[in-house]
């Protein structure tokens, strides 16, 4: 498949030479980064027919201007530019898809990943030797020294549990850095979850080993500009992935975040209730309605966060936002008794009932706040 490829800037798509590589890359406020990416991805695919594609989530910075000056000036650059939505899987997925060389690279736009490897990845999948190719910072002749100990050690646990539940054995299953064929991604995509930000594990696990792997060394380089966009959330965010994945995708990842929300709602929930008896002294009643008041409150608040987090609602919309919920989440209690109260009537184990209740309630609550109160535009 190697075509005989010119040197030079304008090596590739124009002497007739067949498209090798396409280099997809999410982009979120990065405005001061992409211009020096591309003249770096320039210097490192000299020899390669390659394209670019930036996948932007209408930065708030202009990202996707800096990316469409660009485009204008080399055919190699492209830009997409989605409006009403975020994450860094989805972008990525649709990067991917959007592309058309039979390999595709995802890297990150900071500088962070070392794109002098490419050329070494795509020899790797063109030869056969992989189906994907992993820039790795846990083996041999890899490193992170830009990470500071909490989140080196985040970054092992994690590792280590996507290692035991999900039986991937990969040493950096969290790289955002990786070479796939197309042909592979293609019919994994379907599957794949566009929410959350671990597509790499996602694809692994997906394929269930069935994806010939190979994992380099590199060196996660320090960003210079900008600031990371990854929070504390995203811890609860790969929690869901493997739950998901775990249960064979028979849920979503979203409806899983839902529910473990909902079962902080529940600790939130006692605590209130115990503080109010005891601390308060108030009554029975006056305590619970409080305990289910705080926690629809800090459910709404984690699920904006976290659960529709590529949907947040900000400004008046929270408040209007917060009423809806309290509304959903009043309706759903009192399915949650009812299917409760009609199963204990056929079966008085109380367990059974409880639990058939809660699901009842979780399930509607998702349902609903889905249709009334983070509502897809
Ligand atoms: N389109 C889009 N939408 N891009 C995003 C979004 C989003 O919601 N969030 C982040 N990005 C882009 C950033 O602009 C950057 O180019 C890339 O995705 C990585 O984001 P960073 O914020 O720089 O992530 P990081 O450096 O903290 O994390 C890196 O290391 C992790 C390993 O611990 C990334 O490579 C992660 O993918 C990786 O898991
Ligand atoms: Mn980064």
Redesign the pocket.
């Known amino acids: 498949m190697n075509q005989a490829i010119r040197p030079g800037s304008e090596a590739g798509r124009q002497g007739g030479d067949l498209l090798q590589l396409s280099v997809v ?6 405005r001061d980064n992409v211009t020096a990416l591309f003249r770096k991805l320039e210097a490192a695919l000299a020899g390669i027919a390659w394209e670019v594609i930036f ?3 209408n930065s708030p910075d202009g990202t996707w201007q800096v990316v469409r000056d660009l485009a204008r000036k080399d055919g190699r650059v492209r830009c997409i530019r989605r409006v009403g939505r ?3 899987s989805g ?1 990525c997925i649709e990067g991917i898809l959007a592309s058309s060389a039979p390999c595709a690279a995802v890297m ?3 500088l ?1 990943h070392d794109e002098t490897q490419l050329p070494k990845m795509l020899s790797l999948l063109e030869s056969a030797a992989a189906e994907l190719v992993i820039g790795s910072r846990y083996v041999e002749g890899g490193s992170a020294d830009s990470f500071d100990r909490a989140r080196a050690g985040a ?1 092992a646990f994690a590792t280590e549990i996507a290692n035991r539940v999900l039986g991937v054995r990969i040493a950096d299953p ?4 990786f070479m796939i064929r197309r042909d592979r991604f293609e019919q994994l995509a379907p599957q794949l979850s566009t929410q959350g ?2 597509i790499l594990l996602d694809l692994v696990a997906t394929a269930h080993g069935e994806l010939k792997t190979v994992e380099i060394p590199y060196s996660f380089g320090a ?1 210079v500009r900008g600031e ?3 929070d504390s959330m995203v811890a609860l965010d790969f929690l869901g992935l493997v739950l998901a994945k775990f249960t064979g995708d028979v849920v979503s990842l979203r409806f899983l975040l839902f529910a473990m929300v909902g079962g902080s709602g529940l600790l939130v929930h006692l605590g209130t209730l115990f503080v109010g008896l005891t601390v308060f002294d108030l009554p029975f009643a006056e305590s619970q309605a409080a305990g289910a008041v705080v926690a629809m409150t800090t459910n709404f608040i984690l699920n904006n966060f976290l659960t529709y987090r590529d949907q947040r609602l900000k400004g008046l919309s929270i408040l209007w936002g917060m009423l809806a919920f309290y509304l959903v989440c009043s309706v759903g209690l009192l399915a949650n008794v009812g299917v409760a109260f009609s199963v204990y009537d056929q079966e008085p184990i109380w367990w059974l009932a409880g639990a058939a209740g809660a699901l009842m309630g979780v399930v509607w609550n998702y349902a609903m706040s889905g249709l009334f109160v983070w509502r897809k535009r």
């Open positions: 890359v999410p982009t979120f406020n990065e996948v932007d989530d975020r994450g860094l972008a990150d736009a900071d962070q970054s969290m790289s955002g850095f930000f671990k960003r990371s966009k990854l």
